[in-house]
T-cell receptor, first 109, second 115 residues
Framework: AQRVTQPEKLLSVFKGAPVELKCNYS??????LFWYVQYSRQRLQLLLR??SRESIKGFTADLNKGETSFHLKKPFAQEEDSAMYYC???????????FGTGTLLAVQP | GAVVSQHPSWVICKSGTSVKIECRSL??????MFWYRQFPKQSLMLMAT?????????EQGVEKDKFLINHASLTLSTLTVTSAHPEDSSFYIC???????????FGPGTRLTVL
């Protein structure tokens, strides 16, 4: 079964500290993995996808097929990074997204 | 970037009534639209996938007769919650994709409260 697990509901760090938001997935084939972000009172938006291998707003994520993980990292957190982060998986022939339960990142000043 | 709107942004209705929520892609043609439901402090749960001009595909456990989806044009999909009950109160979010395995662009959501 397709599943995305985000073990942390809340991650609180101080400004300037490193951040790692964990995401593990379960999928038998070759999935596409995404990170979405939802800032306060805003809509969900794509942050990055594994196939692009890009860094957005200082965030990176590497797909580790051996560990079935796609953790989101940023070396120095900023207060404006505070938001809800969702890991999502797309697999098979459809364009459906399976979302994790989300992690609320709170960056303290 | 691609913009998706939803209307209304919030609605309060009495139990037993029907509510229609619109999802529009404003600057692109959306071959596929998705409808999600989000309970407080929980993740987005896909309800159905809607392809323009064809019947929607519902996820397991979602009642198709209760949640009627219409995708009559490439820029508009509607979700009608029929005979709404308090347990239908939730945040409903749509997304739109230009097709294939293209990116999904999300609407701002509609807060439904059934009294």
């Amino acid at each position: 079964a397709q599943r995305v697990t985000q073990p942390e509901k809340l991650l609180s760090v101080f400004k300037g500290a490193p951040v790692e938001l964990k995401c593990n997935y379960s999928y038998s084939g070759s999935p596409e993995l995404f990170w979405y972000v939802q800032y306060s009172r805003q809509r969900l938006q794509l942050l990055l996808r594994h196939i692009s291998r890009e860094s957005i707003k200082g965030f990176t994520a590497d797909l580790n097929k051996g560990e079935t993980s796609f953790h989101l990292k940023k070396p120095f957190a900023q207060e404006e990074d505070s938001a809800m982060y969702y890991c999502a998986l797309k697999g098979g022939a459809t364009n459906k997204l399976i979302f994790g339960t989300g992690t609320l990142l709170a960056v303290q000043p | 970037g691609a913009v998706v709107s939803q209307h209304p942004s919030w609605v309060i209705c009495k139990s037993g009534t029907s509510v229609k929520i619109e999802c529009r892609s404003l600057d692109f043609q959306a071959t596929t639209m998705f409808w999600y439901r989000q309970f407080p402090k929980q993740s987005l749960m896909l309800m159905a996938t809607s392809n323009e001009g064809s019947k929607a595909t519902y996820e397991q456990g979602v009642e198709k007769d209760k949640f009627l989806i219409n995708h009559a044009s490439l820029t508009l999909s509607t979700l009608t919650v029929t005979s709404a009950h308090p347990e239908d109160s939730s945040f409903y979010i749509c997304s739109a994709s230009p097709g294939g395995r293209g990116e999904q662009f999300f609407g701002p959501g509609t807060r439904l409260t059934v009294l």
